[in-house]
């Protein structure tokens, strides 16, 4: 009967003995420390110098895309209508009105058969000549802007690469000073921010490259998409300024 109360009076004392070194253990270790998450300017600003020509490029790269976009679709598209209207005013010799829906209609084919009616009564050579220079000006107009994107679809992963090596080599040197002090193994903290710097410039450089180049070859499609256009609706103004000429 003793016992059984000494064991009683024991074991609580034992397993609150038990939780109290539990207790201090977990409050003797160190808490894991959490990595803070890196916005996108913290990772632009731990790229180095070469971000900033980087992150020129980009800037020019969007605002080429973007507007040149906007500007070729606007000068592809048209009144499905219009060359059969100009037909019609130059069948019923009505000049006045086919120049007036030229003048009202904003597209490089209105313009280069405004610069053709003004030519009519001139031989057919001088009109397809006249017609031509026009669509020549237009040409560069929707090409504008295109060189600097192809630019940039160039320099961006060059210059990417350039802070690879520059990154490379501060690790390197790093490397060496903390060797050249301590002669002691190289830490992973001393290869860590070179390593990071060119990665970083890497991944920013190949991002702009590739959305550059792509926009590039989508952009130059839709050019050449509007130069057919232009072309073929030239074409069908001066057949039909022979079918006039014939006729009469």
């Known amino acids: 009967m003793l016992n059984s109360i000494l064991l009683q009076i024991v074991s609580p004392s034992a397993g609150d003995s038990a939780g109290a070194a539990t207790n201090a253990l977990s409050n003797a270790m160190p808490a894991t420390p959490v990595a803070a998450p890196l916005s996108v300017l913290d990772l632009a600003m731990k790229g180095g110098y070469v971000m900033i020509p980087i992150g020129i490029c ?17 000068a592809s598209q048209g009144d499905i209508n219009f060359m059969n209207n100009i037909r019609d005013f130059i069948h019923n010799d009505n000049i006045a009105s ?17 610069k053709g009616i003004s030519r009519i009564g001139k031989p057919l050579a001088d009109i397809e000549k006249a017609i031509e220079n026009v669509g020549n000006i237009e040409i ?22 350039l802070g690879t090596v520059m990154g490379m080599v501060r690790a390197f040197y790093d490397m060496k000073m903390e060797w050249e002090r301590t ?14 710097e060119a ?29 057919f256009k232009m072309e073929s609706s030239s074409i069908e103004f001066l057949d039909l300024l022979h079918e006039s000429s014939s006729k009469r």
Do not use: D, W
Request: proline share 2%.
């Open 183 to 196: 002669h002691e193994s190289i830490s992973i903290g001393v290869l860590s921010g070179g390593m990071f």
């Open 140 to 161: 560069v107009k929707l090409e504008k802007g295109m060189s600097a994107l192809a630019t940039c679809a160039s320099a961006a992963p060059m210059l990417g690469f």
């Open 199 to 227: 990665m970083i410039t890497t991944v920013a450089g190949l991002s702009v490259g590739i959305l550059a180049l792509i926009s590039y070859n989508v952009l130059s499609s839709m050019i050449k998409k509007a130069i």
């Open 58 to 74: 980009s800037i020019i790269a969007v605002y080429v895309i973007i507007e040149r976009f906007m500007a070729i679709r606007k």
């Open 98 to 114: 086919a120049q007036s829906l030229c003048k009202n209609t904003t597209s490089p084919v209105a313009r280069m058969i405004e």
